[in-house]
């Protein structure tokens, strides 16, 4: 069999792969392996191409899930949270990090202004007290109860109030990943630095 007719299945690889990671971009990334592998073998003994590249992309799918899954537990086990107050329990059990917080950022930063996004981000992603907020933003912990109100209702109404910075949304991802990983300081002064 050709490259070619090899390659007219990278479509239906790719709906297989997102079924199984949701995140189309990761399955891209598990179809490519897929390929490659492809490469490597000796493709005269495959009697039904198909059925062994669905196989082989299903196979770097759930190694993909596992290893995500290892990931999961080993920041629990180690994770050493800087506020003493902060709860945080996320399930990242089936969840591509790169992709999905960056949708869910995104989202953020057209709704929310600066402020509302730093009490939302600090509050409803990472579990932090109203007394934490108040020493990190310098507002009273009733100011930040209502603009953690006021962020919950923009985020629910369909229209977007800003208009979206690439590069401190790529930059914010990182500081998110990092903060998951019990390092806060890049986050908080990320969101910060827009507070007028």
Same mark, same amino acid.
């Given at each position: 069999?050709?490259?070619?007719?090899?390659?007219?299945?990278?479509?239906?690889?790719?709906?297989?792969?997102?079924?199984?990671?949701?995140?189309?971009?990761?399955?891209?990334?598990?179809?490519?392996?897929?390929?490659?592998?492809?490469?490597?073998?000796?493709?005269?003994?495959?009697?039904?191409?198909?059925?062994?590249?669905?196989?082989?992309?299903?196979?770097?799918?759930?190694?993909?899930?596992?290893?995500?899954?290892?990931?999961?537990?080993?920041?629990?086990?180690?994770?050493?949270?800087?506020?003493?107050?902060?709860?945080?329990?996320?399930?990242?059990?089936?969840?591509?990090?790169?992709?999905?917080?960056?949708?869910? &950022?995104?989202?953020?930063?057209?709704?929310l202004a600066?402020?509302?996004?730093?009490?939302?981000?600090?509050?409803?992603?990472?579990?932090?007290d109203y007394?934490?907020?108040?020493?990190?933003?310098?507002?009273?912990?009733?100011?930040?109860?209502?603009?953690?109100?006021?962020?919950? &209702?923009?985020?629910?109404?369909?229209?977007?109030?800003?208009?979206?910075?690439?590069?401190?949304?790529?930059?914010?991802?990182?500081?998110?990943?990092?903060?998951?990983?019990?390092?806060?300081?890049? &986050?908080?002064?990320?969101?910060?630095?827009?507070?007028?």
């Open positions: 069999m050709s490259q070619t007719e090899v390659l007219s299945y990278r479509p239906f690889l790719i709906a297989v792969a997102t079924n199984l990671v949701g995140c189309r971009s990761t399955a891209e990334d598990m179809v490519q392996e897929t390929f490659f592998s492809w490469l490597k073998v000796d493709t005269s003994k495959i009697q039904d191409v198909k059925s062994y590249l669905t196989r082989t992309v299903t196979n770097k799918c759930l190694n993909y899930l596992k290893s995500l899954k290892q990931k999961k537990e080993d920041w629990i086990e180690n994770v050493q949270p800087s506020f003493s107050s902060l709860s945080i329990n996320p399930d990242f059990s089936n969840l591509d990090l790169k992709c999905e917080v960056t949708h869910a &950022l995104s989202e953020v930063f057209k709704k600066p402020t509302e996004r730093a009490v939302f981000v600090l509050k409803e992603l990472f579990n932090f007394s934490d907020l108040t020493s990190i933003l310098d507002k009273k912990a009733d100011n930040c109860r209502q603009i953690f109100s006021r962020a919950q &209702l923009r985020l629910s109404e369909e229209k977007d109030r800003f208009h979206i910075d690439v590069d401190k949304l790529k930059k914010t991802v990182v500081d998110f990943k990092n903060a998951t990983l019990g390092e806060f300081s890049g &986050l908080i002064e990320n969101l910060k630095s827009d507070i007028k």
